[in-house]
């Protein structure tokens, strides 16, 4: 998957809040169980042209502080 293929220029901070919001959107809520402590699972994704280890490790901090607003238990009655 690519998301760096839009040509207005941004700061590593943008990158790294968009790339987070993206990896959110791919894989919900983040699970250590499932995703584990690095950036293995984001790997495949290319965030940004020339994106370092340094923004995916960025964007990988950033997902673990989002959480889905949607409650599963309000649609499962």
Do not use: W
């Amino acid at each position: 998957m690519c998301v760096s293929g839009c040509r207005l220029p941004c700061s590593f901070v943008t990158h790294a809040l968009l790339g987070s919001y993206t990896i959110q959107s791919e894989f919900g809520d983040y699970s250590l169980e499932e995703h584990g402590t690095g950036t293995e699972y984001i790997k495949d994704f290319r965030f940004a042209p020339n994106q370092t280890e340094e923004l995916l490790e960025k964007i990988a901090e950033l997902h673990r502080t989002h959480r889905s607003s949607f409650d599963v238990t309000l649609y499962c009655r």
